[in-house]
């Protein structure tokens, strides 16, 4: 049967009508990200594989996308890149970024070249949730736009020797949790109302005398132990669980056991320790509209030669994302032990990017001025998007509830679907620009390109054969990081020919003195590139050679397409 080759869209009306429709203005279960992985793949069989790298703690399958055009090659033979997202239950909108991109560069193959291109000649493992688990978990139970972070795994999180046992609890069933807040005498508060808005609490300062008291979320004391909500459900996070500065919990909350102890991460690092040939990858998270990169602690250092390409790349995100901020983890955020996009830069050498989806200066298409402190200055704000915009959609009202241990309280505040994730209507506008990001981070592997070799006839026989590798992207075929520490195999750059006998070869530091090369000691027709071919630059290699008749060479790399030349004495 003949491969399916991806057609633009049929015209209709002069509107676009993609081969396959979905609807990118919601956020959706785990099971239904699948199908739509399972319509692209039944679309385009010629370009979708997925395969399934293990399963979540709950059971639910590990699947990953495998995207590339499979009439130009395999795809382990092509330099790719890893997309995931939702690795905390709670930040979903990075799993439907994670399939936009595939959706959006399929249905974009036939008329726009550089989606071609990316799918010709790239391959992308695209993994939408990291956690199926906590995303689940997030859609179909009480939640608020924080919780479900963990996956759901049973942890004591107060060491009393029983785990997940005082929840959160959804005191007035309406399916979502919200605050809990008490009025007393005045005096007796830690906050008052604000004088504009009573739906906002401002903490009191100095001689100010406050009458409400912040209870934090709806629950009660399940356990008997005199606290409230103080052992939910999980509690380990598996962006603490890599094992790259790898700390235990006393030092990273969260960071479990050991490295991979966990069957989601474990079973994604087999995966992308099995395939040498990324050389990109891109984690999705929320919230913040942040372009981050490590190092996630102060006294891991990076190469400078990597840190001006993550710059090239990270300014390119700004332009890309509006009121998004290309930051260093550990010095604009705070440090992360164990991290994802730190162990597969540090420890694999694959330049690596976690974005943070979403930034609250996105609902109004500006900054806006901050008053009251950052609590109350962003509840505001919020309350004019959902007053305004969404005519109250995403906040319920405080309202009275006779609680079992404060007696007569309120409860009130905004909808889990508020705050990290972006309202319906503005989901696909968000996603796009980060699913996009990630093709330009892609068209920015290397790409080498060996020059027709130059043969030069020295005399009695003897030649020297010159080639250069040009490499016109940004990312060097091999990481600075690499390099400096051994990491996978260098580039490869081999000679030979039936009828001639390699003496000598090496890289050429410079080309008008070729007598200065840096000659390989052993097996001289394989010459070995501990650096690669730096990005937007080249390599010059030459050999001397005696013999006559034709000959050709090969590049090899593990994160760039191999290449051939060929020439005669």
């Known amino acids: ?287 913040g509209g942040m372009i981050l990169r490590g190092p996630g602690d102060e006294n891991i250092k990076y190469p400078r030669a990597d840190i001006r390409v993550y710059d090239r790349l990270g300014e390119e995100g700004e332009l890309i994302l509006p009121f998004y901020r290309y930051m260093i983890i550990y010095k604009d955020l705070y440090n992360v032990h164990g991290g994802f996009v730190t162990w597969t830069y540090e420890s694999l050498g694959i330049l690596s990017f976690t974005n943070e989806l979403w930034a609250s200066s996105q609902y109004w298409g500006r900054d806006r001025e901050r008053t009251g402190g950052w609590y109350s200055s962003s509840t505001r704000q919020g309350l004019e998007f959902n007053d305004s915009v969404l005519l109250g959609e995403a906040f319920v009202d405080w309202h009275p509830y006779d609680h079992p241990l404060y007696g007569e309280i309120e409860i009130g505040g905004f909808k889990h679907q508020h705050g990290r994730v972006a309202p319906s209507f503005m989901i696909e506008e968000m996603i796009h620009r980060n699913a996009l990001f990630c093709a330009r981070h892609a068209e920015e592997i290397a790409d080498v390109k060996a020059k027709a070799p130059e043969v030069t006839d020295l005399g009695g026989g003897l030649y020297r054969v010159t080639v250069d590798l040009v490499n016109s992207s940004i990312m060097p075929s091999r990481s600075a990081m690499a390099a400096n520490n051994g990491i996978g195999t260098p580039d490869l750059v081999t000679l030979s020919g039936d009828d001639i006998q390699v003496l000598a070869g090496g890289v050429l530091r410079d080309r008008f003195h070729p007598e200065r090369m840096n000659p390989v000691v052993n097996q001289p027709e394989t010459v070995r590139l501990e650096s690669g071919v730096p990005g937007q630059g080249r390599t010059t290699v030459s050999w001397l050679v005696r013999g006559s008749g034709s000959f050709e060479g090969t590049f090899i790399a593990e994160k760039a397409a191999n290449r051939t030349f060929k020439g005669t004495l």
């Not at 996070?237 to 960071?255: E, F, L, Y």
């Open 1 to 287: 049967m003949a491969t399916a080759v991806p057609t633009l869209a049929q015209k209709a009306g002069g509107q676009w009508s993609p081969q396959v429709e979905i609807a990118w203005n919601r956020y959706y279960p785990y099971g239904e990200l699948l199908g739509h992985m399972e319509r692209l793949q039944a679309a385009y069989p010629g370009f979708v594989e997925i395969e399934t790298i293990g399963q979540s703690i709950q059971g639910r399958p590990m699947k990953v996308m495998i995207l590339t055009n499979k009439a130009t090659g395999a795809h382990k033979a092509k330099p790719a890149m890893w997309v995931d997202g939702n690795v905390h239950g709670n930040e979903v909108q990075g799993g439907e970024a994670t399939v936009y991109l595939a959706w959006w560069l399929l249905e974009h193959y036939s008329t726009n070249p550089r989606a071609k291109a990316l799918l010709d000649d790239r391959t992308f493992y695209l993994l939408p949730s990291v956690n199926p688990d906590g995303r689940d978990h997030w859609f179909a139970a009480a939640a608020t736009p924080h919780s479900s972070r963990t996956g759901v795994q049973p942890t004591d999180n107060d060491r009393d020797g029983q785990a997940d046992e005082d929840p959160m609890d959804d005191l007035d069933g309406d399916g979502e949790i919200l605050t809990m807040r008490k009025r007393v005498p005045l005096g007796e508060g830690t906050h008052r109302l604000d004088q504009d808005d009573p739906r906002i609490l401002i903490r009191v300062q100095g001689d100010q005398q406050g009458d409400y008291l912040v209870l934090g979320q709806e629950g009660i004391d399940n356990d008997g132990d005199g606290r409230i909500n103080e052992d939910g459900i999980g509690g380990y996070d598996m962006n603490r669980n890599w094992p790259s500065d790898w700390q235990p919990n006393h030092i990273q909350r969260g960071a479990g056991d050991y490295p991979f102890c966990y069957p989601e991460t474990e079973c994604v690092g087999r995966f992308i320790i099995d395939h040498p040939n990324i050389a990109a990858v891109q984690s999705f998270h929320n919230a």
